[in-house]
């Protein structure tokens, strides 16, 4: 009986160990309990959001002095969100761009296949060309 509730014990502070923080929730202990992030990275944190909610992660890196693309990668990877999304670097945002604008490109084209070449002309409808 004890082994269980030891075991129980385990499984929900590993779940709590690897839950996602959102930079617009968390207070200054769940911001300090990333990786990276210490007292004053998690003070500029909230003195930011106190002017207003971050709206997404490039928000976020423009706002807080000290924090770029480096290091959001690294808090993202170690469970921080900005309105519950990761990071995705600038290169990683625009090669799934360009991957849907590929993707859709090709959807157009399998459209256009498919849809009808043209109609009858009307010389083809009166049974041919007129003497």
Not at 46 to 64: H, L, P, Q, S, T
Not at 95 to 122: D, F, H, L, M
Request: net charge positive; hydrophobic share 45%; aromatic share 6%.
């Amino acid at each position: 009986m004890l082994k269980k509730i030891l075991a129980i014990v385990a499984m929900l502070y590993a779940a709590a160990c690897f839950a996602a923080v959102d930079v617009n929730k968390a207070n200054a202990a769940e911001l300090d309990s990333i990786k990276g992030i210490g007292p004053a990275i998690s003070t500029k944190i909230i003195d930011e959001r106190k002017k207003g909610a971050f709206k997404d992660w490039n928000d976020f890196i423009a706002r807080v002095k000290g924090v770029g693309e480096g290091n959001a990668a690294k808090f993202s990877a170690e469970g921080l969100t900005v309105n519950g999304t990761e990071f995705k670097s600038v290169a990683a945002a625009k090669k799934e761009e360009k991957k849907a604008a590929k993707e859709e490109k090709k959807e157009t084209k399998a459209e256009a296949a498919k849809a009808p070449t043209g109609t009858a002309s009307a010389t083809q409808k009166l049974g041919g060309a007129k003497k």
